[in-house]
């Protein structure tokens, strides 16, 4: 059974300051690895999505590393700002989607 | 593209009444659906995968019978909370893959609060 871990659970920093987030999962036979952000009481807004063949994505400020050997993934986010401020869940994707708890962040201003 | 919707965004109803809950893949065809529950502060959880034309596919633990899931369409899947109690209030998302799509990638939708009294 495929086990997602994300560390931390919580997060506060100043705005501007870089944005480091974690994810490890159990089971390195995946499809790919999706990041999404959720606003609290809203849905889910793909931010990146990351092939099991690929080694990272970009997308503006963002950028997601994935290393499948060692089961792990890392959310960047540069220059924070208060906007970012949401809890950022990682989800992987083998015969099912499985998210981690997530990381909640408070960029502040 | 790849925008999902679900409709209601919010119910509130009284015990022992059914609701039922929409998903629909407004600009892509989906032969798979995927059914979520979120209880607060904690991540999502996988009810049931829904396949168009089939019958569903439910995770362990969750009731098939209190759960219905109908896949009609390419473009339509319903969730219906049966005689529905306190304890099912919850946030339901619902994501859809696009049948052309080779990436695996599922497109959510906004979900719907459930709010059982």
């Known amino acids: 059974k495929q086990e997602v871990t994300q560390i931390p659970a919580a997060l506060s920093v100043p705005e501007g300051e870089n944005l480091v987030l974690n994810c490890s999962f159990t089971d390195s036979a995946i499809y790919n690895l999706q990041w999404f952000r959720q606003d609290p009481g809203k849905g889910l807004t793909s931010l990146l999505l990351?092939?099991?063949?690929?080694r990272e994505q970009t997308s503006g400020r963002l950028n997601a590393s994935l290393d499948k050997s060692s089961g792990r993934s890392t959310l960047y986010i540069a220059a924070s700002q208060p906007g970012d401020s949401a809890t950022y869940l990682c989800a992987v994707h083998d015969y099912k989607l499985s998210f981690g708890a997530g990381t909640t962040v408070t960029v502040r201003a | 593209g790849a925008v999902v919707s679900q409709h209601p965004s919010w119910v509130i109803c009284k015990s022992g009444t059914s609701v039922k809950i929409e998903c629909r893949s407004l600009d892509f065809q989906a032969t798979t659906m995927f059914w979520y529950r979120q209880f607060p502060k904690q991540s999502l959880m996988l009810m049931a995968t829904?396949?168009?034309?089939?019958?569903?596919?439910?995770e362990q633990g969750v009731e098939k019978d209190k759960f219905l899931i109908n896949h009609a369409s390419l473009t339509l899947s319903t969730l219906t909370v049966t005689s529905a109690h306190p304890e099912d209030s919850s946030f339901y998302i619902c994501?859809?893959?696009?049948?052309?799509?080779?990436?695996?990638?599922?497109?959510f939708g906004p979900g719907t609060r459930l709010t059982v009294l």
């Open positions: 990351i092939q099991s063949s690929q």
């Open positions: 994501s859809a893959r696009d049948r052309s799509g080779r990436s695996y990638e599922q497109f």
């Open positions: 829904s396949n168009e034309g089939s019958k569903a596919t439910y």
